[in-house]
């Protein structure tokens, strides 16, 4: 019984997972996120490599165009420079910036909106021997399990990533030997086009091992939050609070009701009782309700204590037990009548006006 509670077997709850989003514990892959990133920059590079090409042109040109050693100023270093920095920020400025915005967006995609301020919090637990022996065993022990996982995954997507690298150079290995004569700006063109090819193949490559590792650890995350079942009752515990102070609390919204609706028997017209175990006070206010209310009720001690305030504070008690019963057994504090009751409680009411009437 106790191993069984002890194991994490329930999946965890809404307030766990956030509870873990808060401390920084997500799913996350950094194969797929890396995967994504290079296959925006890939696209990046599609999208500007006519400009950047255009701009290393002219970059070339006004190099070549200052070579008369006559022409060169060496004391004014930095306006010799300055068309260098221009040309280069204009080249990678825009790539990398665009990059940067895309991979916020693609890790913000994977991972969500995160903000844990426990993990910049400083620990020293964390400098303490004990600590630092322990990261030091799971980093550099090789037969740690995850370390092993890990292991084997790189070595499997160098495996598969170089594969498909070569599969794509090997499928065009007659045009790579058909290069010897060939005009240098056909040649280059070639090149461009088998390592392209090359490119597009293992960013395919990454992208599926990236899917892979995401699955994997979304597995992992899952497994590594389940909660045992005391884990889950803990947290009902905590959630809806301890049993005894619900109960405490009931207790005394009941009390809290019962001298509300005492309050109200002063206020009634008439109390109906059975005669003793049964009580239940009658109002009618035309401009309250179109039918008589039941201001209070009660059984026993309750409807003893509904009987001595009706006495203190001169309000008529009728003896009727089968309306006393039926008000007690259908009728709500604060309800009206149901209609098959009224001519009965016309009666009573009817009857108790015309005693007031004649004392009067």
């Not at 300055?82 to 890790?107: G, K, R, S």
């Not at 790189?154 to 495996?159: C, D, M, T």
């Not at 030997?177 to 700006?185: A, Q, S």
């Not at 009728?331 to 016309?346: L, Q, R, T, W």
Request: glycine share 4%.
């Amino acid at each position: 019984m106790g191993n069984e509670a002890a194991e994490k077997t329930e999946e965890a709850t809404t307030r766990r997972r956030t509870k873990e989003r808060e401390r920084g514990n997500v799913a996350k892959s950094r194969d797929m996120d890396s995967a994504l990133v290079m296959a925006a920059g890939i696209a990046l590079l599609a999208v500007f490599a006519r400009g950047m090409i255009q701009n290393i042109q002219n970059m070339l040109k006004e190099t070549f165009s200052h070579l008369n050693p006559n022409q060169i100023n060496v004391d004014n270093i930095m306006g010799l420079m300055y068309p260098y920095f221009y040309y280069l920020a204009v080249i990678v400025l825009p790539f990398f910036v665009l990059l940067l915005i895309l991979a916020i967006l693609i890790i913000r995609m994977d991972v969500g909106h995160v903000f844990a301020l426990e993990r910049a919090k400083f620990n020293l637990e964390n400098l303490s021997p004990q600590r630092l022996w322990q990261n030091a065993k799971r980093i550099f022990n090789p037969f740690e399990p995850r370390s092993l996982v890990e292991f084997a995954k790189s070595i499997l997507k160098i495996v598969i990533v170089g594969a498909c690298g070569f599969s794509a150079i090997n499928s065009r290995k007659g045009d790579l030997l058909g290069l010897v004569g060939l005009e240098p700006t056909l040649a280059i063109h070639i090149i461009i086009s088998i390592l392209i090819n090359m490119i597009i193949n293992m960013c395919l490559a990454m992208l599926i091992l990236g899917y892979i590792d995401k699955r994997y650890q979304n597995y992992e995350y899952e497994k590594s939050i389940k909660m045992t079942k005391q884990e889950i009752k803990d947290e009902q515990k905590d959630t809806e609070g301890d049993p005894k102070i619900k109960a405490r609390i009931k207790s005394i919204q009941m009390q809290m009701a019962r001298q509300r609706m005492m309050s109200s028997v002063p206020t009634a017209d008439v109390v109906v009782t059975n005669p003793t175990h049964y009580a239940v006070a009658i109002k009618y206010d035309k401009t309250q309700a179109p039918a008589p209310l039941v201001v209070a009720k009660g059984v026993d001690y309750l409807a003893f204590q509904i009987r001595e305030i009706a006495k203190n504070n001169n309000v008529p008690i009728v003896e009727n037990r089968p309306v006393a019963r039926t008000l007690y057994n259908s009728v709500p504090v604060g309800g009206i009548i149901p209609s098959d009751m009224y001519v009965a409680v016309a009666e009573i009411l009817a009857y108790v006006f015309r005693m007031k009437n004649e004392n009067n």
